[in-house]
């Protein structure tokens, strides 16, 4: 695998960072978490089950869990050893909370001056909001996401997955990617940072661009793009569900309107006349069921499509869901399905094998990982009494 070999301590705590480390587990570094003696937010959000977090789970394979009192002294030297011999630190806590651990990259790289450190925030240490608290759907609001998506009354639409979150672990594992490369030819580490409010905005390029143009000075409202056209948007049909038309290209506006009987628009223009067409369409799809529809548009395909539930999209390419979906054991909850990656291809043979589950016993893990720094059993009696470790 294209990490093999990287060892990655992960202080991450909720979805930014969780999705990096899992990104860079998912690539073949050996990602050992340092989670807290007692199960923090991450391990308590929805949906549970057996006492379990389905959340927590989705975003923990491939990694070993050491669980350390990071308030104790003995916990932070303990950080430090591993320190020694690994390459890459993702943390998402916000600015200064390391700093006040000993654990910032000034601290670190003393120890290890090819160690790859990456933090995730809301808006970077860099800024003068660097202690202002956010999550996801403030960052989408202030980033002007939710006033790019509204409904047909013009209401701001919460979009159904954490915009933010997951473009700033994206990106945060690109940049430890590419730090990495980059240490191949200085031999030294660098931290990088990662803004969530930066990321959300970065979503936002294309409007941007058209927006800060000269000529489009004044015409904010003008430059939403994709804006509603009787070729890019969503139609209702008979049933209630809905269909996402985007026969953008002539080809496929031309065998759209064939296929529901208006071969008559062709001669319309889909921005001067958008109004007109979107009134003469949408009551002809209204007269079918999206099963219905589907089957018209099956062939030839015009970029047309079902606007899917997750249960259907999961089964939507011609694969099944076993394209897109594996398999980990959970020593309580048991099998329990997760999403690949969607680089999975590079790997050989990803697509027949299990992910491995997080280590079963973290006190197992405590051993193997400390014996390895040097600690036998009266070491490790003691720390588990002095509540260092698990």
């Not at 209204?286 to 999961?314: G, H, Q």
């Amino acid at each position: 695998m294209s990490l093999a070999g990287i060892k990655v301590l992960d202080f991450t705590h909720l979805l930014p960072g969780e999705t990096a480390s899992t990104l860079l587990a998912d690539m073949g570094a050996d990602v050992l978490r340092i989670d807290r003696l007692e199960p923090g937010l991450n391990e308590n959000l929805p949906p549970m089950v057996a006492g379990e977090s389905l959340y927590y789970w989705s975003m923990h394979r491939n990694k070993r869990r050491l669980r350390l009192n990071l308030k104790k002294e003995q916990a932070i030297e303990i950080v430090k050893s591993l320190v020694k011999n690994s390459d890459v630190i993702i943390e998402n806590f916000r600015p200064g909370a390391m700093e006040r651990l000993g654990l910032a990259f000034a601290d670190l790289k003393a120890i290890n001056p090819a160690l790859i450190y990456c933090s995730i925030s809301g808006y970077g240490k860099e800024s003068k909001w660097k202690d202002r608290p956010g999550h996801d759907l403030t960052f989408v609001a202030e980033a002007g996401i939710l006033d790019e998506t509204r409904d047909e009354n013009g209401i701001p639409i919460v979009p159904g997955i954490f915009v933010s979150d997951y473009m700033s672990g994206v990106y945060g594992a690109l940049a430890v990617v590419s730090a990495l490369f980059e240490r191949t030819i200085t031999g030294l580490g660098k931290h990088v940072e990662i803004s969530m409010f930066e990321s959300a905005l970065s979503t936002l390029g294309v409007v941007a661009t058209s927006m800060l143009h000269p000529s489009q000075a004044g015409k904010e409202r003008e430059t939403r793009y994709p804006e509603a056209l009787p070729n890019h948007r969503l139609y209702r049909c008979k049933d209630g569900r809905y269909l996402a038309a985007a026969p953008v290209e002539p080809q496929f506006w031309m065998i759209f309107l064939e296929k529901i009987g208006r071969p008559d628009l062709m001669g319309k223009h889909p921005i001067k006349d958008k109004v007109y067409l979107m009134q003469q369409i949408a009551p002809e799809l209204e007269r079918r069921t999206l099963a219905e529809w589907m089957e018209i548009f099956k062939e030839p395909y015009c970029c047309v499509s079902p606007v899917n539930t997750v249960d259907e999209a999961l089964d939507f390419l011609p694969e099944g869901r076993q394209r897109v979906i594996s398999e980990i054991d959970h020593p309580t909850l048991g099998k329990i399905s997760q999403m690949k990656n969607p680089i999975y291809q590079l790997y050989r043979n990803w697509s027949e094998a299990q992910a491995d589950f997080i280590c079963k016993d973290t006190k197992e893990v405590a051993s193997q990982v400390l014996r390895t720094l040097g600690y036998g059993d009266e070491d490790l009696a003691h720390l588990r009494e002095d509540g260092v470790i698990e």
